[in-house]
């Protein structure tokens, strides 16, 4: 993953730690929609004096003491695409406090998105191979993959929730595809959260759409012929 924001390879202090989380916050929250970390290179203004008076300090020291401003914005990245046991995005600001931010779960979810991004092309391939395998499965055809069929998740989204397929194939297909607004749901509630986390987390992952368009075609015309791949030669 390239990325053109704020990220030197330095230590900071905790202070600055802090200003990072909050500007990644602000990005995910639903409460500041007018908030664009990347718009912003990370900057926000924040009192001093009112972050002196926080009871969490502790935890923002730790943190500057163990990474760099860039892994500390990959971290916080990696924690606010992630979920709750309930499937619920914690990209919603209330659903995240400061004292998870230390907890061996969270530490996971960070190694995990390392661990994504350092093979993507890789994954997607991977990925988009188990997506086509379950719309033949389901007897779907390619663009009713990408869409609700009867108020329900489209199978893309139903694969990610459930951690068949990350989160970064479903976005690299929504930069190709432009699947996400037009999907129709009935559910008010977690829709929006889920939409807006995909949308936030699309600027942050830099691909070269042409090369991943290209892998797709490929894929459908080499290994699903019959089933799909005919439909790009018409």
């Known amino acids: 993953m390239r990325s053109d924001l704020v990220m030197a390879s330095r230590k900071m202090d905790d202070f600055e730690c802090y200003k990072i989380f909050i500007a990644m916050k602000s990005h995910f929250s639903t409460k500041n929609d007018a908030y664009d970390y990347i718009k912003y290179r990370g900057k926000i203004t924040i009192r001093q004096d009112s972050y002196m008076k926080r009871k969490d300090r502790n935890i923002f020291r730790d943190l ?31 659903f995240l406090s400061s004292a998870e931010l230390l907890s061996e779960e969270t530490q996971d979810y960070y190694k995990l998105w390392k661990t994504r991004n350092q093979s993507l092309s890789y994954l997607f391939e991977d990925d988009f191979r188990k997506i086509i395998d379950s719309a033949i499965d389901n007897r779907l055809s390619f663009n009713e993959i990408f869409k609700s069929l009867g108020g329900d998740y489209p199978l893309i989204m139903q694969m990610e929730r459930r951690g068949i397929i990350s989160i970064e194939t479903l976005v690299i297909l929504d930069k190709i595809l432009d699947f996400l607004e037009d999907v129709k749901m009935r559910d008010t509630i977690y829709w929006p959260i889920y939409k807006r986390k995909c949308k936030k987390y699309s600027g942050f992952l830099v691909i070269n759409s042409k090369s991943y368009t290209k892998k797709v075609k490929e894929i459908l015309l080499d290994d699903y012929y019959e089933e799909y791949g005919k439909l790009l030669e018409k």
Not at 72 to 94: C, D, K, P, Q
């Open 64 to 94: 500057s003491k163990k990474y760099t401003r860039k892994e500390l914005e990959e971290y916080f990245l990696s924690v606010f695409l992630s979920s709750n046991e309930h499937g619920t995005a914690i990209a919603r600001g209330e």
